[in-house]
Every structure is written in C-alpha cells, then in structure tokens.
C-alpha cells in the first residue's frame, strides 16, 4: 500500500516551459547584478565559495558570475547554483513578475492525495527554497501546506539509486510503500532499483503500455490504491 508520495516538479507537477521560457532566463539576465549586489550577505557568501571549490579555483567576483552563467547555459545541475537562482526567483515572484506554474490535474490531485492522509514529498533538482518558492505563489495560492518534506540535490542525484536510498532511510518508511512521479526514464529507474512504486508522467504524449514504467499523460489517471509498474 502506497503511504506516501514523491514527486518530481518539471514536466511532472509543471510545464517545463515554465522552467525554461520564463525562470531561467529570469536567472540568467539578473544573475551578474544579484551577486555583485549581495556577494557579502549570509546567504550568497557561502554559495560563492561552494563554486570556487567546485571548479578547484580561488574566483573573483567577475569569474565566479561568468562560471555560473557558463553552467546556466550548460544546464549543469551544480547545486550551489540552483540555490542562487532560488534567491534570484524569490524576487521575482514577491514583485510578481511571475506565478509559480502548476498543471491543474496535479494540484487537484495533491489536494486529494494529502486529504485522504497520503503524505507529499518533493524531489527535484532545484534547490529546496527554489521548490517552495514555486509552490508558494500559484494561481491557486499557497500550496506548501501539503508537503511534508523536500529534496533536492543534497540527497543526490536524481539519476542515482542510492539518493532514493536515502529518501527512504530520512522519511523512515519501506520503500515499496513510497510512489515516485517522474518525466524521467533514468529517474524512475533509479527509483524503481531502490524499491519505489513508479508511474512516468508523458503529459502531452500517448501514452506505451509496453514502456517500463505504468505511463499517464495527468494525474487524474493516477489511482493510487492500485498504482503498480506495468
């Protein structure tokens, strides 16, 4: 019996334009201003230092912003990056420049989920803060009271088995009573070796009953009372 649920964000709970089209180049283009403005503050002095040890190299200011809008173009999922660009989102959405995208299926659904007492979690490879964010300014409000934890890159990585491993052992629950939801093959794979239900979410594709994973293109096609891999 599934007691819990975890959930990944983009192409899962929403678009992956959203990501894209609006929050990355959001990053991008107020990255360089940000960190010149708040290099000394609590919260970036340490991020700042987390790049130079990732690349091995004492940085300028200048250098580290140029590492960073190397691996923003790069896609890289370095995580003291994905931690700036939550700090960078926070502005926008308190200035409302954007609303955090949620397809309406998955926040029906996680509503549902978390009335009939299932438990949510979020694993995504945005920070921790980055995922509240988005979840915090919906069309549809707040929607952070319905989780009960977030992971993020700290964990692992999301294409490796023992980061599930570790999901398990932190919410202390057997892992075949967790469902992972993922865009991802590799993701689910990973999940699936550590012993998590899986379904992969197509959205805008039909669906295979032969792939690996149960497939759903929304999460109204979810039951989870009976949702087992196909």
């Known amino acids: 019996m599934i007691k819990a649920i975890v959930t990944d ?9 959203f990501v894209k089209d609006v929050l990355f180049p959001y990053a991008r283009v107020n990255l360089a201003n940000f960190v ?12 700042l230092k987390d790049v130079c040890n990732e690349v091995g190299n004492q940085l300028s200011t200048e250098q580290i912003i140029a590492q960073l809008i190397q691996w923003i173009d790069e896609d890289k999922k370095v ?16 200035q409302s420049d954007f609303k955090g995208h949620i397809y309406p299926d998955a926040a029906a659904n996680l509503k549902a989920w978390k009335a009939e007492g299932l438990d949510l979690y979020i694993y ?14 919906t069309k ?3 929607l952070t009271p319905l989780f009960s934890g977030y992971f993020d890159t700290h964990i692992g990585g999301k294409k490796e088995k023992e980061s599930y ?30 012993g998590f239900e899986t379904i992969w979410l197509t959205r805008n594709n039909t669906p295979d009953p032969q792939a690996e994973h149960r497939q759903v ?3 109204d096609q979810i039951d989870v ?5 196909a």
């Open 217 to 219: 293109n929304s999460f």
């Open 79 to 94: 995580t003291p990056l994905k931690s700036l660009q939550g700090l960078i989102w926070e502005a926008g959405y308190r």
């Open 9 to 17: 964000i983009e192409g899962t709970t929403s678009s992956i334009l």
């Open 36 to 47: 010149r403005s708040h290099a000394d503050d609590s919260q970036v002095k340490p991020l």
């Open 140 to 142: 549809y409000g707040d």
């Open 165 to 194: 491993d570790n999901i398990a052992e932190q919410l202390a629950m057997p892992a075949n009573q967790l469902l992972f939801l993922s865009d991802i093959k590799e993701e689910l794979d990973a999940a699936k070796a550590a």
């Open 124 to 137: 995504s490879s945005g920070s921790v803060y980055a995922q509240k964010l988005l979840f915090a300014h």
């Open 225 to 229: 009372g009976r949702n087992k891999p």
